[in-house]
């Protein structure tokens, strides 16, 4: 036995020494919770600054493609009274309008060397250089021969910067914003030609030798503000990785990413990524030949993605933009402020429903609102054509034709117009993407300047009415292109979309056993 003293001290001294221990214990946990508390608070904080860092990387960045949307927007306007000024042809007109989209691949094709040999950031600056070159040449062309000269200045200069954005955006990114930063360019687009609507609609009423040179020399303005970006937007990582400037790129990434442990993984990744693409560069002459000769899977993804690009554009949608004016004029429009008023309202219409598909698109899948985006604008074309080839130009004529343009753009913006973009990034494997999504621009631009180019002409032989009949049954044609060769891509990895392809008689709405996805994903 063990005698216990009777005064009870014995038991007061334990019963002390146990609140102090438990007591230590409360303050250290206390303490442990409040260094977690302020280290939650500063992660939180951290994430909400360089959120607010990356999302201003990608509006500056996307500036180039105001430039781009601005002037599909302006010329609508400005070639009404550049006719009238310069006395030029019509055919002088189709050439003026499409070249655009033509030496436009100029740029974008000398846009990734250049990228490479000196920066992301400053290809960005050079491409707003050559636009404001090209733009004030423009602006003071006496004739017809130096406003071509300029047209091809801002051609270049748009094909530049419209290269380089999506790169730059994707390279600067964090995983966690890639999807809703590449979101930037297409809606700028819009927002630019939004911009110059409301620029033909202040200035028409302005001497028709001074309207046109002030429409098209406010296009400078949002080049300028490209220039003052390039002393807040870093350099992309990846670039300064290839120039073995590999603590700076740590710098940027610091700025970029939330935590420091991601810091160092992602820069680990770019090191791996570069050492491998610069070991294999010999290789670039074998994804060609892929290309060029592909196999069966490659063909599947090659038809859907220039497909998809070619029925974008060979259904007039930059020629509507474009000749909207000489449209509504057909339809029973005079005045100008009127008839460039119908043109701004189609601009609202357009960016209203791009910013409606940004938030659809991961919610209801890619084919849906591919479905819905043909099938409408088959509908508003076949309409526009009744419209204008038997109604006339009284009142009913007018109301539907605004009505079918609007709608057409509607249907266009929230369907064909943002997913082509996201289709083209989506169905190539890592080794074919960028040239096959090169190869995918070259379609779009030259499908765009074919019809630009010879929309007057071919309305002109055949009436308006019968333009847009032959345009509504190409685009009744998309919907069966949709139907057969694209897949849905919605909630599946790139892994798994690369199975689709290679599943060809399930691509028509196919799903992927799980097991085989994850077999796939796990020996990738």
């Known amino acids: 036995m063990v005698d216990v003293p009777e005064n009870g001290i014995g038991e007061m001294n334990v019963s002390h020494g146990s609140k102090n221990k438990y007591g230590r214990m409360d303050s250290e946990l206390l303490d442990d919770l409040g260094d977690a508390f302020i280290q939650h608070n500063h992660q939180v904080e951290r994430k909400r600054i360089t959120g607010k860092f990356v999302t201003t990387c990608g509006i500056f960045a996307s500036l180039n493609h105001v430039l781009l949307g601005y002037d599909i927007g302006v010329m609508s306007g400005a070639i009404i009274f550049i006719q009238e000024d310069l006395r030029i042809t019509e055919v002088q007109q189709e050439v003026l309008v499409g070249i655009l989209s033509i030496v436009s691949l100029v740029g974008s094709l000398i846009g990734g060397k250049t990228a490479d040999l000196i920066g992301r950031k400053w290809t960005m600056a050079l491409a707003a250089i050559v636009f404001q070159i090209g733009a004030a040449t423009m602006t003071v062309a006496p004739s017809f021969e130096i406003l071509m000269v300029g047209r091809l200045l801002c051609g270049v200069g748009i094909g530049l910067g419209a290269m380089i954005a999506p790169v730059y ?35 028409s009423d302005l001497s028709v030798h001074i309207n046109w040179r002030i429409m098209l020399a406010v296009g400078i303005f949002p080049s300028v503000f490209i220039g003052i970006a390039l002393f807040i937007i870093p350099e992309s990582p990846r670039w300064l990785v290839m120039q073995n400037r590999v603590e700076e790129a740590r710098s940027v990434l610091l700025k970029t990413n939330e935590n420091d ?20 560069k010999h290789e670039d002459k074998a994804v060609w030949n892929e290309l060029l000769m592909p196999a069966p899977s490659v063909r599947m993804m090659l038809v859907t993605g220039l497909g998809i690009h070619f029925f974008q554009q060979i259904t007039g949608s930059d020629a509507i ?56 604008t088959t509908i508003c074309l076949a309409t526009l054509g009744f419209s204008l080839a038997l109604l006339g130009k009284g009142q009913l004529g007018i109301a539907l034709a605004v009505l079918c343009v609007c709608g057409n753009v509607a249907f266009y913006s929230v369907g064909m117009g943002p997913i082509c973009g996201v289709l083209s990034s989506e169905i190539y494997p890592l080794r074919l993407r960028a040239q096959a999504s090169a190869l995918g621009s070259v379609v779009n631009r030259v499908c765009s300047g074919f019809v630009s180019m010879s929309f007057l002409s071919l309305a002109r032989k055949i009436t308006f009415g019968g333009t847009f009949f032959i345009f509504s049954a190409l685009s009744a044609l998309s919907v069966f292109f949709v139907h057969a060769l694209v897949p849905e891509t919605k909630g599946k990895s790139l892994e798994q979309v690369e ?19 994850e077999h796939l994903a796990h020996n990738s």
């Open 321 to 376: 933009v474009y000749y909207s004016p000489e449209i509504f004029k057909v339809a029973g429009f005079k005045n100008n402020s009127n008839l460039l008023a119908a043109t701004v309202a189609m601009g609202v219409t357009k960016t209203a429903f791009i910013l409606v598909a940004t938030f659809l698109i991961d919610k209801l899948g890619r084919k849906p609102l591919l479905y819905v985006s043909t099938i409408g």
């Open 261 to 280: 442990e991601t810091v160092e993984e992602r820069l680990a990744e770019i090191q791996l990524a570069y050492g491998i693409g610069n070991a294999d």
């Open 499 to 517: 199975l689709l392809f290679q599943d060809q008689p399930k691509l028509q709405g196919s799903k992927i056993e799980t097991g085989q996805a």
């Open 169 to 203: 955006i994707a390279e600067i990114s964090p995983s966690v914003m890639r999807g809703f930063l590449t979101s930037f360019p297409e809606i700028f687009i819009n927002l630019g030609i939004l911009l110059g609507y409301f620029s033909n609609y202040m200035f």
